[in-house]
């Protein structure tokens, strides 16, 4: 693998925020793999503490290396489309294989630490029902339950005291760009507000000091 020098992290690290592809152009790439990775999300009138409005559920996962990251992986485009792919990928680390349609897709870029690593995200929402049956199959039906994949875990949406809440977990340590993708999934959707984000960040670059 060639893919962990600076210099490569460098040189594609705007990947992170600005230059997106086209899904159609990196499929013409050739030389490059594909990973693909879901949000997915319901809204919820759920409270902690019976007074903290959680707002949405919005599920991530703790992976085998211990960074928090979306559950996919990668697809081979000469072998199955990227949302078959997704959905496969899906039915190892969920234990079901949710459909995802191409209108999900959000965004495709460079990895920013492989140039010739595209990664893929979509975003899907579901209802409350059906994201805790994700859930549940994630522990009881899931292969990679244990191995891969350590648990599903819940993005808190919330602010609390010292920054506890959505500061506290966007201090921890993220695969790739999966906390840029969880911050512009939760701007684009409007699942907060950008004074929310801006807070949220703001906090959690003080408690990573
Ligand atoms: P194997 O089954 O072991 O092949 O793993 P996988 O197919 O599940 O692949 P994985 O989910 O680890 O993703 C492949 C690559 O994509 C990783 O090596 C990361 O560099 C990158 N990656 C993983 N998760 C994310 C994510 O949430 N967002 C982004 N942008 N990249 C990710
Ligand atoms: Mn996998
Ligand atoms: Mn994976
Ligand atoms: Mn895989
Ligand atoms: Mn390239
Ligand atoms: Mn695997």
Same mark, same amino acid.
């Not at 990928?89 to 630490?113: F, I, T």
């Not at 522990?139 to 959505?166: I, N, S």
């Given at each position: 693998?060639?893919?962990?020098?600076?210099?490569?992290?460098?040189?594609?690290?705007?990947?992170?925020?600005?230059?997106?592809?086209? +899904?159609?152009?990196?499929?013409?790439?050739?030389?490059?793999?594909?990973?693909?990775?879901?949000?997915?999300?319901?809204?919820?009138?759920?409270?902690?503490?019976?007074?903290?409005?959680?707002?949405?559920?919005?599920?991530?996962?703790?992976?085998?290396?211990?960074?928090?990251?979306?559950?996919?992986?990668?697809?081979?485009?000469?072998?199955?489309?990227?949302?078959?792919?997704?959905?496969?990928?899906? +039915?190892?680390?969920?234990?079901?294989?949710?459909?995802?349609?191409?209108?999900?897709?959000?965004?495709?870029?460079?990895?920013?630490?492989?140039?010739?690593?595209?990664?893929?995200?979509?975003?899907?929402?579901?209802?409350?029902?059906?994201? +805790?049956?994700?859930?549940?199959?994630?522990?009881?039906?899931?292969?990679?339950?244990?191995?891969?994949?350590?648990?599903?875990?819940?993005?808190?949406?919330?602010?609390?005291?010292?920054?506890?809440?959505?500061?506290?977990?966007?201090?921890?340590?993220?695969?790739?760009?999966?906390?840029?993708?969880?911050?512009?999934?939760?701007?684009?959707?409007?699942?907060?507000?950008?004074?929310?984000?801006?807070?949220?960040?703001?906090?959690?670059?003080?408690?990573?000091?």
């Amino acid at each position: 693998q060639t893919c962990l020098s600076t210099a490569a992290v460098m040189a594609t690290q705007t990947c992170v925020t600005t230059a997106s592809i086209s +899904k159609e152009e990196t499929l013409s790439l050739a030389g490059h793999r594909h990973a693909c990775h879901v949000m997915l999300y319901a809204n919820t009138k759920a409270k902690l503490f019976g007074r903290t409005p959680i707002k949405h559920i919005v599920l991530m996962q703790m992976r085998f290396d211990g960074l928090l990251g979306f559950p996919g992986g990668l697809v081979d485009p000469s072998a199955e489309s990227l949302e078959a792919g997704l959905s496969r990928e899906l +039915k190892e680390e969920l234990g079901v294989a949710v459909p995802v349609s191409p209108e999900d897709h959000v965004v495709s870029c460079h990895a920013p630490s492989c140039p010739t690593l595209i990664t893929h995200f979509y975003v899907k929402k579901m209802e409350e029902s059906e994201i +805790k049956e994700v859930e549940r199959a994630a522990v009881t039906m899931a292969t990679d339950h244990g191995l891969e994949v350590m648990g599903m875990v819940r993005v808190p949406l919330y602010f609390l005291k010292k920054g506890g809440g959505l500061p506290s977990f966007l201090s921890h340590s993220f695969i790739g760009n999966s906390r840029s993708q969880l911050l512009s999934a939760l701007q684009q959707f409007s699942l907060l507000s950008q004074g929310e984000l801006d807070e949220a960040v703001r906090q959690a670059d003080q408690l990573r000091q």
